[in-house]
Structure formats: C-alpha cells, structure tokens
C-alpha cells in the first residue's frame, strides 16, 4: 500500500527500497537532460504513490550523436513502471 494511503511499507521500514545501483533486472526508462529538482521531485513521488523497489539516479546516454547527463529511472515491478508513465505529473 502507498505511503499516502496511510499505511507502512516494509521495504521503507527496512531502508531497502530505493536501491543505491542500477539492477539489471529492473525496468528502465530516461528522461533526457538531467535535472536535480525534477530528480527529487520525481524521487518524492515514487517514495509516496508506488510501492515496490526503485532506483533513480544519473546516467550518461548517447543523444544525437553527443554524450549528455540522463535522469534514470527504474522500478522492480513492469507494472508499477506503466503506472509511472502514465500517472506522474512530472513528466508532461
């Protein structure tokens, strides 16, 4: 259950959720040209709606031929990655 709904995630109790590597068996997806204040915004979204394990952090990507700063985003979950698309209001 989401932290907004009230009740305690043991992941979150335990201090585990948020990983500190990207995993490799995570789903992924970037949104170019790295932010700090989209990275905490979003970071503080996923913490209070979604429920499963996640990284967020910087990445380098090729982009039109030129190595640029990415935001990285990955959830455990395929479908809690499908609800991030669609319900974060950060990315639009």
């Known amino acids: 259950m989401a932290l907004k709904n ?9 201090g585990v959720r ?3 590597f990207p995993a ?7 949104i170019p040209k790295y932010n700090p204040s989209l ?10 709606n979604l429920n499963g394990r996640y990284y ?5 990507d090729l982009i039109d031929n030129n190595i640029s700063y ?4 990955g959830f455990e979950q395929e ?14």
């Open 56 to 60: 967020i952090g910087q990445s380098l």
């Open 6 to 14: 009230g009740k305690v995630n043991p992941l979150n109790a335990l």
């Open 39 to 48: 990275h905490k915004n979003i970071n503080e979204w996923i913490f209070h």
């Open 79 to 92: 479908k809690e990655t499908s609800f991030f698309k669609i319900a974060c209001p950060f990315l639009k």
């Open 18 to 20: 948020c990983c500190k």
């Open 70 to 73: 990415v935001l990285q985003i």
């Open 24 to 30: 490799h068996h995570f789903f992924y997806l970037t």
